[in-house]
């Protein structure tokens, strides 16, 4: 019954797609419906995941059981003049209702409603009315069944009133005032509109501006510093007005220049509202105001925008570990660092760290006399350590684990002399054939023409070597 569904009298009604259907349409049939009343309805679609919206609405107004509304008695149809306050709507009883609906409206077609009721009564007192107004009224009845026909549509016409001239209200006389000044009076009861003047002599002789308004205050705007003005106002309903109220004056300001400065500081990508704009960079902006004296006002924003910091990455490698922003890492990765600038700005940088390790290797090797490695000659068992760099530039120790198997010694006998003369190795007192060379590993090589190196010498049957370095 109402536009929302919200009525107590709302029926909610299912429907399935099986029955009662032609093929073009479904069809629900509703019984129990109140005679003389309005219904609206609608439809939507459900089934097992969702439910459509809701059609549009669609209305149909059942049938009246008593077809006659009520015989309306006062006040007389098409009556005029009568006094807007407490107009009394009377009509005839009519038999088999438990009360009565009243409407009254300014539109005939009743789209709009000032005053509307229910009463067991047969008349009804309206108090809202307004003077100089047509208004339209009817009645119907109800009972269980629902309602009666309509009556037919009176109207009636008020009474013009006499207009008062408005009581100023403010500023008070004589006072001092802004540029921009608001002027305010008491409402006038019947009054439509307002008439306002304003001059610079109070007889309104000569330049005067006018102004129209249904409100009871009016601003007027820009006026000369250190003037005098004059005003005054009167009611107004659209037929007639009202006398001019009194008049007052009042005197505009002399304005003084007043500007203030707003500092401020941010960080980069905060903005700052400045009088309903929104500032990002560094800069002074100025925004022009009106004083409550109606005077201009400068005030200026000082704005300051602090950089984020040294946002950015870092890119670099490092043997073992690698110390950053006070952070020691042992592992290759990427790395945030958060962090702010002396002014509290959030700064972000990204180490992109790629970490290699020193190298321990260990070498185990066999000789037969002396080995050489890197450079170095080794002929006694042992472990040397020799340190190298990577490619990458970090350490790397070599640990060499060597076994001699032929060791060579001094010779035992003192008398036996080995030197060397012209790239040849001679021992005095032994014939050459007892002599036997050998090199660095291990090889019978001659003793003549032998280049540069490090031999080993068995003289005879002796058990005891000896190191030759040919120079």
Avoid at 282 to 292: D, E, F, K, Q, R
Avoid at 405 to 421: H, L, M, P, Q, S
Wanted: a negative charge; aromatic letters at 12%.
């Amino acid at each position: 019954m109402t536009l929302t569904f919200n009525s107590s009298l709302l029926q909610t009604l299912s429907k399935t797609t099986t029955a009662d259907n032609t093929d073009n349409y479904f069809y629900k049939t509703i019984n129990g419906l109140r005679y003389g009343t309005t219904y609206r309805w609608r439809v939507c679609a459900i089934n097992n995941a969702d439910t459509s919206e809701w059609s549009a609405v669609w209305r149909f107004t059942t049938t009246y059981n008593i077809t006659t509304g009520p015989a309306l008695t006062m006040p007389v149809n098409d009556s005029t003049g009568l006094t807007y306050n407490n107009i009394t709507l009377v009509w005839q009883p009519i038999d088999n209702v438990q009360g009565y609906h009243y409407e009254v409206s300014t539109s005939s077609t009743f789209e709009t409603l000032v005053a509307a009721g229910n009463t067991s009564l047969t008349f009804s007192v309206v108090t809202a009315a307004l003077p100089s107004t047509t208004y339209y009224w009817r009645v119907q009845g109800y009972n269980a069944q629902g309602n009666t026909a309509w009556s037919s549509v009176w109207h009636f016409t008020t009474d013009d009133v006499t207009l008062t001239a408005p009581g100023l209200a403010t500023p008070a006389n004589g006072s001092s005032q802004p540029v921009n000044v608001d002027l305010a009076w008491h409402p006038v009861f019947g009054a439509l509109t307002y008439d306002l003047q304003l001059s610079f002599d109070n007889n309104f002789t000569g330049a005067v501006s006018s102004f129209n308004t249904a409100d009871t205050h009016y601003t007027v705007s820009g006026l000369p510093q250190n003037m005098t003005f004059y005003w005054r106002a009167r009611s107004n309903n659209g037929n007639a007005h009202s006398e001019w109220s009194e008049v007052r004056s009042f005197v505009t300001n002399d304005c003084q220049p007043v500007s203030d400065t707003v500092y401020h500081e941010m960080c980069e990508g905060q903005s700052y509202e400045f009088f309903g704009t929104s500032y990002t960079a560094t800069g002074n902006y100025s925004h022009l105001l009106t004083t409550a004296a109606g005077c201009d006002s400068t005030v200026v924003l000082v704005l300051t925008v602090h950089p984020r910091g040294m946002d950015g990455s870092v890119i670099d490698t490092a043997c073992d570990s690698y110390t950053w922003n006070d952070l020691t890492f042992i592992q290759s990765g990427n790395y945030p660092f958060y962090t702010t600038t002396v002014h509290g700005c959030d700064s972000m940088a990204i180490l992109y760290l790629t970490i290699y390790n020193s190298v321990t290797e260990n070498i185990y090797d066999t000789a037969t006399g002396v080995y050489e490695w890197n450079g170095e000659y080794y002929s006694v068992s042992g472990d040397y350590t020799q340190n190298f760099s990577t490619v990458q530039g970090c350490d790397s120790t070599v640990v060499l684990h060597l076994t001699v198997t032929v060791g060579i010694a001094d010779v035992a006998a003192d008398d036996i002399n080995i030197f060397v003369r012209d790239n040849s190795i001679i021992i005095e007192g032994i014939k050459e054939e007892a002599v036997k060379v050998f090199d660095m590993e291990g090889r019978l090589v001659g003793n003549h023409n032998l280049p540069n190196g490090v031999y080993m010498v068995k003289v005879g049957s002796l058990p005891a070597r000896k190191v030759v370095v040919i120079r």
